[in-house]
Nanobody
Framework: QVQLVESGGGLVQPGGSLRLSCAAS????????LGWFRQAPGKEREGVSC????????YYADSVKGRFTISRDNAKNTVYLQMNSLKPEDTALYYC?????????WGQGTQVTVSS
């Protein structure tokens, strides 16, 4: 029912910045919690950041605190992830997630590569 499409990934040098976007269609996401996950080769998928539907409170993994910022625009049905001071260890396939109770929706992912 819900389709999520990520964009904004690419190749960036260490210390650089990228902004990821995730646009949703098929349903209004005002009541969903939204988040970003990532998976690097040979590693399990990990949570990066999420933002609640109730009060818009953001949460971040320790590895990205102070560098990444999540935000949502309910009018555009879109969630963003601003990534600053990128490190090589941030290299991964980044997935958008939308959750309402026990229902989860996922995007196909956008690749972020941090390399000099």
């Amino acid at each position: 029912q819900v389709q999520l499409v990520e964009s904004g990934g690419g190749l960036v040098q260490p210390g650089g910045s990228l902004r990821l976007s995730c646009a949703a269609s098929g349903s209004n996401l005002d009541y969903y919690s939204l988040g970003w996950f990532r998976q690097a080769p040979g590693k399990e998928r990990e949570g990066v950041s999420c933002i609640t539907s109730t009060d818009g409170s953001p949460y971040y993994a320790d590895s990205v605190k102070g560098r990444f910022t999540i935000s949502r625009d309910n009018a555009k049905n879109t969630v963003y992830l601003q990534m600053n001071s990128l490190k090589p260890e941030d290299t991964a396939l980044y997935y958008c997630n939308a959750r309402l109770f026990a229902v989860n929706y996922w995007g196909q992912g956008t690749q972020v590569t941090v390399s000099s």
